[in-house]
């Protein structure tokens, strides 16, 4: 590494690399620093002299560290990020050259966006496509063997402006959300807060397997898991794997990776082993959304990079490996205002912080009227191995709030006091009026943490919990963000249309809460989610139910979630109808190749190593039998192995067959159905037979290592 922190104080060494607004307030005029951060702000807009001022400033801290090119990154609707390098060089003409960056080379760049995912938003000639300077999330510097990067966060739309990523609908939600949440701010008698904040602390699970293994799977070097792989002896069952001691070798590892991250600003915290054997876990501190959502897929990015310079890959896929649990990213989200005021903060006494009630059951009413749009948030084909399977939550959005908060609303709804116990007897009670009747104060931590939940209060935050580790936070924020605002919108509407000399504004509020959480209550759901009996709940419930992503997704276009979108102004109509499209289509294409390389390594790899093992088992025992020493264990078991060769051969001509025909089907939501309800049961038959085999066959028979090596040789 060369990092000694005891001759390099951590310090010092955090935020080296990143061109924050410390380090533009100490190189920047003070007016200039001003006008960028009255712009971050929303204040204002950037003008092309402070843009030139901040290139050249910028361009200088990172040529001072050796940078030799500059990319606007963005994040295309492929999960990854982008970028195209340009060099500093400007040549003089005279076989010399002079270094520059203007203002408007960092405003705007141009990529040919052909290429890109547009779902049919754009024709693939038309290939213009612009990044924009992101203000709100800060530029860095990516340093690898080759050199050094100046990394500008952007956000990329097409020639006629429509979004072409995942910033821009963010950046949109997030002004929507401010707006509405000011309105009701403003109400409530709060007028100090110029801007509602949502803050991210997205955690990330991931697996580390050893690179020589990694390198001779075909399945996990194409799709990120594995087709194939029978359980070894032991698995997660000990449950030793969980929180215990890190191994010398990934402690080295995550050192690095939290060096690499603390330089750029991640403000990386917390790390440990997860349940899985194999399983890690990496968590920052909050942040705004948009530096949390670039930070989180340079995480993703650096993972992979650190891992490989010791000797391992590390799996982002939700589910690399059966039979023990897969990895999620629960995105922990708040809300704050600019003044510091945090509106999910149950306070001494939440019963009588009307803020905190309001914005709360506000959240539980958007969870509720748009839990489908939530679900799809999480829908990636990935997650569809991961959820409902004793290990994340199932396919049903629910909110656990915990005993506590769960009185005080269950009692507002009932216009009962939480002084006082419920009764059978439905005895009258002490009414409650937000803002005078005070409640007892609630326990520090005002419930347990569910895990099994998949949006849960903890404290003064909800954590999404059913997102997939591949995914970028940035889609699951952005639908969460407009659900919320057009809840808060409607409720603003109604205050506001109030004569407050002939209103009591705390009445008009406890009413509006007691209402929406008495209609919305059905979501909320403080049990084990991982129950099947809380399936036969939540239909009782009247919950929608999406088991898959082809379901998931399917739901994205209809009326009501486009009238979401269009009115926050989002995404318009063609945009989201866009989205599905590349969504779908990527589900099967993820699909399509998992299939691909499960045929290729049964037929091309599994069944002559098989055959072959039968054949050397039944010429072994003949060979016995020859001199008078019969093996029939010998015999019997080639003949098994045979058998269930023929077995496997007909289950890759069925996944061969079903395949074929899935393909091709032209409607893209047909074939997405198609992949899910034929493609994977063939596959996992093909699988089922492959898997049989390998515990028949001698190990150094079997033509790729299997899970005894991925999983417990680090």
């Keep these: 590494m060369g990092i000694d922190f005891t001759e390099t104080p951590l310090a010092e060494l955090y935020g080296s690399n990143c061109f924050s607004n410390t380090v533009m307030k100490e190189r920047l005029p003070g007016n200039i620093y001003q006008e960028v951060v009255a712009v971050q702000k929303g204040e204002k807009e950037l003008t092309l002299e402070v843009a030139d001022l901040v290139a050249s400033s910028m361009k200088e801290w990172a040529m001072a560290k050796g940078a030799t090119h500059y990319t606007h990154l963005f994040q295309p609707l492929t999960g990854l990020t982008a970028e195209k390098h340009d060099s500093f060089i400007s040549p003089t003409g005279d076989g010399r050259v002079i270094m520059e960056f203007s203002g408007r080379e960092l405003i705007k760049g141009e990529s040919d966006a052909s290429s890109f995912p547009s779902g049919g938003l754009r024709a ?60 009701l701010l403003k109400i409530l008698g709060d007028s100090s807060a110029s801007r509602v904040h949502a803050c991210l602390g997205p955690e990330q699970e991931y697996f580390l397997v050893d690179k020589n293994y990694y390198d001779q799977r075909p399945d996990l070097l194409l799709t990120g898991r ?56 990496i968590a920052p501190v909050y942040a705004n959304s948009t530096a949390a959502v670039d930070a989180n897929q340079f995480i993703m990015e650096t993972l992979q990079n ?68 939530l679900r799809a948030a999480a829908a990636v084909a990935g997650n569809d191995h991961r959820l409902g399977h004793n290990e994340a939550p199932p396919g049903i959005i629910s909110i656990f709030f915990g005993g506590p908060l769960t009185e005080i609303f269950e009692n507002i709804a009932l216009g009962l006091s939480t002084g006082k116990k419920k009764t059978q007897d439905s005895e009258l009670r002490e009414s409650i009026k937000i803002g005078v009747t005070s409640l007892p104060a609630l326990p520090k931590d005002v419930s347990d943490r569910n895990r099994t939940s998949p949006l849960a209060f903890t404290g003064n935050k909800f954590e999404f919990r059913m997102v997939g580790s591949s995914q970028s936070v940035a889609g699951p924020t952005t639908y969460l963000n407009t659900a919320l605002a057009q809840v808060l919108k409607e409720i603003a509407d109604t205050l506001e249309k109030l004569d407050p000399k002939k209103a009591d504004i ?24 991982y129950s099947g009996d809380w399936v036969k709940e939540a239909e009782k419930r009247g919950l929608p139910i999406l088991n898959n992503t082809h379901e998931a997704l399917e739901i994205l276009d209809q009326k009501e979630y486009v009238e979401l979108f269009e009115t926050h102004g989002v995404f318009s109509k063609e945009e989201i109808e866009s989205r599905k499209l590349i ?38 025992a003949a060979a016995l039998s ?50 899910s309800e034929k493609v994977i049961p063939a596959m996992e038959q093909v699988r089922l037979k492959a898997d049989s085999l390998e515990k028949l066959v001698a190990k150094d028979k079997w033509p790729f290592p299997g899970y005894e090596e991925l999983l417990f040789k680090l």
């Design 124 to 183: 693939t000639f038309e290939a213009r496509g612009y990044t924009a300077w992101d203000l709100t999330s800060p530029a860095f510097l990516k340093s690898d063997p080759t050199g050094t990067t100046l990394c500008i966060p952007t956000a990329f739309i097409s020639y006629y402006g429509q979004a072409l990523d995942e910033k821009v609908p963010l950046l949109k939600s997030l002004d929507a959300l401010s707006r509405q949440a000011l309105r």
């Design 226 to 281: 594995t087709v194939f792989g029978a359980l070894p002896a032991k698995g997660q069952e000990m449950k030793d794997h969980y929180y215990g001691a890190i191994k010398e070798r990934v402690a080295a590892f995550m050192r690095e990776l939290n060096t690499e991250l603390w330089k750029v600003g991640i403000p990386a915290k917390t790390q440990h082993n997860e349940t899985a054997p194999s399983q890690y876990e």
């Design 306 to 373: 650190v891992a490989r310079r010791y000797g391992m890959e590390a799996l982002l896929h939700e589910k690399p490996f059966a039979g023990v649990n897969g990895s999620g990213k629960h995105i922990n989200w708040s809300l704050e205002t600019d003044t510091g005021v945090k509106l999910l903060n149950p306070g001494e006494n939440p019963g009588s912080n009307a803020r905190f009630l309001l914005f709360t059951a506000a959240v539980v009413e958007a969870v509720d009227r748009y839990a489908p749009l």
């Design 506 to 529: 705390n009445e008009a509020i406890h009413g509006l809460i007691k209402k929406s959480y008495a209609k919305h209550r059905r979501v909320v759901f403080n049990g084990n989610s």
């Design 583 to 620: 969504y779908i289509e990527k589900y099967s294409k993820q699909i399509n190749i998992e299939a691909g390389v499960s045929i290729e390594m049964a037929r091309r790899q599994i069944y002559p190593a098989v055959t072959a093992y039968a054949a050397l088992l039944a010429r072994d």
């Design 626 to 675: 020859a001199i008078k020493a019969p093996s029939a264990s010998q015999e019997n078991r080639a003949v098994q192995i045979a058998k269930l060769s023929q077995e496997l051969d007909k289950a890759i001509l069925t996944l061969e067959l079903v395949l074929g025909k899935t393909q091709d089907i032209e409607d893209p939501q047909s074939q997405a159905r198609s992949y």
